[in-house]
């Protein structure tokens, strides 16, 4: 069984320029996140579907970040415009809905961000 | 709120000796719990999870953790640690129904030859 694919894996940009990040989770998965983790923390939700309804984007920074799931499958989180403070590694993960919310979350790769 | 406290930033063990990474968590209802494993320059790896049962979780690699409710704690554990061990882990907490992770921010393991 294929992993969550992301993509690129690295991205070198200049403050305010932008920038989007690609997702293919795992095939029949429901559920899809986007998390931000800066060095040195764990990670931290930014966005999370379902199919293609967004369930929780409270902590998504919404001035210059946004995210798709236009299909119920793969996904792409942009930022536009790029602060220095948004340097960090992108995860997107995914979960098979089952009874009870008992999912577990597998994690793709990341994609290492780095905004000079 | 949920949240998560791993205490320890940075442990260094020698490799062949056993491992206990604390992770402590608070949450009002039964939490749903997972370890995870980060290589440098990895994505993460689910090493075990606890939902519900048995309190004591076998996992990959060797790793297992312990749930104690009256603790709010659910430790990781290696009895005898290689040096491909030599990574970052994350304590995590769910909820059921919301399918919400919040992870602590991690205690890097250093394996010593």
């Known amino acids: 069984e294929a992993g969550v694919a992301q993509s690129p894996r690295y991205k070198i940009i200049e403050k305010r320029q932008s920038v989007a990040f690609w997702c293919n989770p795992i095939?029949?998965?429901?559920?899809l996140y986007w998390y931000q983790q800066i060095l040195g923390q764990g990670p931290k939700l930014l966005i999370q579907?379902?199919?293609?309804?967004?369930?929780?984007d409270s902590q998504l920074p919404k001035d210059r970040f946004s995210a798709e799931r236009l299909k119920g499958v793969d996904s792409t989180l942009k930022i536009q415009p790029a602060k220095l403070e948004d340097s960090a590694v992108y995860l997107c993960?995914?979960?098979?809905?089952?009874?009870?919310?008992?999912?577990?979350?597998?994690f793709g790769p990341g994609t290492r961000l780095l905004v000079l | 709120a949920q949240s998560v406290t791993q205490p320890d930033i940075h442990i260094t063990v020698s490799e062949g000796a056993s491992l206990e990474l604390r992770c402590n968590y608070s949450?009002?209802?039964?939490?749903?719990l997972f370890w995870y494993v980060q290589s440098p320059g990895q994505g993460l790896q689910l090493l075990l999870k606890?939902?519900?049962?048995?309190?004591l979780v076998q996992g990959i690699k060797g790793f297992e953790a312990e749930f104690k409710r009256s603790q709010s704690s659910f430790n990781l554990r290696k009895p005898s640690v290689h040096w491909s061990d030599a990574a970052e882990y994350f304590c995590?907490?769910?909820?059921?129904?919301?399918?919400?992770?919040?992870f602590g921010t991690g205690t890097r393991l250093k394996v010593l030859a």
């Open positions: 095939s029949g998965h429901a559920t």
């Open positions: 579907f379902q199919n293609n309804g967004v369930v929780d």
């Open positions: 606890y939902f519900s049962g048995d309190t």
């Open positions: 993960a995914s979960s098979l809905e089952l009874k009870g919310g008992q999912e577990t979350q597998y």
């Open positions: 995590a907490v769910g909820a059921k129904g919301t399918y919400k992770y919040i």
């Open positions: 949450y009002g209802a039964t939490p749903y």
